[in-house]
């Protein structure tokens, strides 16, 4: 497992990593296995126990019979219905299945969460789930770091990369990332594109060279999105195809 637990965390941010790994893992789990998930030695594992139960965390448990995370009991127990199960069953193991290494790992992660803090008859209907997920054609690995594309689009940062198109001629592009979107057997970037003055969409797995810049356009995503939608609605209006424009293809880009 990636983990930023470590030397280059603050403490407070170490000891909230620690009470995460606690809520996700199921009960009681040992010293061993909190400092193997958290890459830290047992004895600073045992300190940054004792940090919590100082800062008020009820942590049942001793070396060598594990812990408990005891949760503050005014708060409702997690709990849902059948189906809502299986919706979150399968979606996230659709991310799983098509997401780039970095989701993929944080949608096993939240289902390890979702099973050990539901009751003991969910937690069986979570891991026996009549639905799933699977794909018999992966998706094309991204040329780029997908999870690096995602913060520029959390924190409107224009990014530059080099991208090469379906006929095979490259092209450096400078774009305001937008949103991104998984397609059957794509995933795709639509930004708003410097070079073309428009709304373009760009394949992950076409795109190389990945620059994240400082020079942001907050507050404007989310405004720029609803925008490049409406666009990507069906028209009347043929591209330089000759086509009509399509509801957002998974490649629009090569103009």
């Known amino acids: 497992m990636i983990c930023l637990y470590g030397w280059a965390m603050s403490r407070t941010e170490r000891l909230f990593q620690l009470m995460d790994t606690m809520r996700r893992l199921p009960p009681p789990v040992t010293a061993g296995q909190l400092a193997d998930e958290t890459g830290v030695s047992e004895r600073t594992l045992y300190r940054d126990i004792d940090a919590l139960r100082g800062l008020g965390a009820v942590i049942d448990g001793a070396a060598g019979f594990g812990y408990t995370l005891i949760e503050d009991a005014h708060l409702p127990p997690l709990s849902f219905d059948d189906e809502e199960l299986e919706a979150l069953v399968v979606g996230l193991r659709e991310v799983r299945a098509v997401g780039d290494p970095a989701l993929a790992e944080a949608a096993e992660r939240a289902l390890a969460r979702l099973k050990a803090r539901l009751p003991e008859a969910q937690a ?16 094309p690995s991204p040329g780029v770091d997908a999870s690096a594309l995602r913060k520029a689009c959390w924190e409107e940062k224009q990014v530059t990369f080099s991208y090469t198109d379906r006929n095979g001629a490259p092209t450096q592009r400078t774009v305001k990332p937008l949103s991104i979107v998984f397609f059957e057997q794509s995933h795709c970037l639509i930004a708003e594109c410097q070079l ?3 709304f373009r969409t760009f394949r992950l797995d076409r795109m190389a060279e990945l620059e994240v810049t400082s020079q942001s ?5 989310v405004r720029l999105l609803r925008e490049a939608l409406k666009r990507f ?8 195809d000759g086509s009509k424009v399509s509801p957002l293809r998974p490649d629009n880009s090569r103009r």
């Open 124 to 139: 069986h209907r979570l891991k026996h789930a009549v639905l799933t997920a699977h794909r018999f054609f992966p998706t």
């Open 217 to 221: 356009f907050r507050p404007h995503r």
């Open 196 to 198: 073309r003055q428009a």
């Open 233 to 240: 609605e069906p028209s009347e209006q043929p591209d330089c």
